[in-house]
């Protein structure tokens, strides 16, 4: 089946550090990959995303690369700031498998200290 | 703007008991999706509907049902309400193919006594 493996949490930066939180994937097709972002107290919001191999997806400063030779698509960002404190979800879609709802990692905790 | 709602946003409610939790969108998607949300497990699937009168088990589906009468709402029943289901609750849905994102509600905590 599809799973989705982040590294462990939290991860504590001091501000305007560069930032990378590691995923991997496993899927039987050609999945699309989402990095979600939660806010305390707040549902999740769709961060970025990347629909087929070597795509890019970025947006407020964050950027992820699907790469399928190593089955990752890792999240970055070139200098953290406080209001990026929150937990930081990985996910895909395998749209070969019939199946339309995501599969999430275990999240992890980005805290960033001014 | 359209926009995907839950209500209530916390529920206190006692073992045994019968606990509906209310999930509305505006999107006119097809697909809608209910989540709980653990410490160390992210989110994991409880049920899923593709379409009006279509409803289909998740991952962890036990102890909860769920009904398509129309495209915006999905509700969310705990049958018998059991402390290992105190947890957050999130709604989510997505037009028909599984390629485009996700729109999550936010959230239900729901803590059972």
């Known amino acids: 089946g599809n799973s989705v493996t982040q590294m462990e949490g939290p991860v504590t930066l001091s501000e305007e550090a560069f930032l990378t939180i590691n995923c991997t994937y496993t899927a039987t097709g050609y999945p699309s990959l989402f990095w979600y972002v939660q806010y305390p107290g707040e549902g999740l919001q769709l961060l970025l995303k990347a629909t087929k191999a070597d795509d890019k997806g970025s947006n407020k400063g964050f950027e992820a690369t699907y790469r399928k030779e190593t089955t990752s698509f890792h999240l970055e960002k070139g200098s953290v700031q406080v209001s990026d404190s929150a937990v930081y979800f990985c996910?895909?879609?395998?749209?070969?498998?019939?199946?339309?709802?995501?599969?999430f990692g275990s999240g992890t905790r980005l805290q960033v200290q001014p | 703007d359209a926009e995907i709602t839950q209500s209530p946003r916390h529920k206190i409610t006692e073992t045994g008991r019968q606990v509906t939790l209310a999930c509305h969108q505006t999107?006119?998607?097809?697909?809608m999706f209910w989540y709980r949300q653990d410490l160390g497990h992210g989110l994991r699937l409880i049920h899923y509907?593709?379409?009006?009168?279509?409803?289909n088990k998740g991952e962890v589906s036990d102890g909860y049902s769920v009904s398509r009468s129309n495209t915006e709402d999905l509700p969310l029943t705990l049958e018998s309400a059991a402390s290992s289901q105190t947890s957050v609750y999130f709604c989510?849905?997505?037009?028909?193919?599984?390629?485009?994102?996700?729109?999550f509600g936010p959230g239900t905590r729901l803590t059972v006594t």
């Open positions: 999107w006119n998607h097809n697909n």
């Open positions: 996910a895909l879609s395998d749209p070969g498998t019939g199946r339309r709802a995501l599969t």
């Open positions: 509907s593709y379409g009006v009168q279509d409803t």
């Open positions: 989510a849905s997505s037009e028909s193919t599984s390629r485009y994102e996700q729109y």
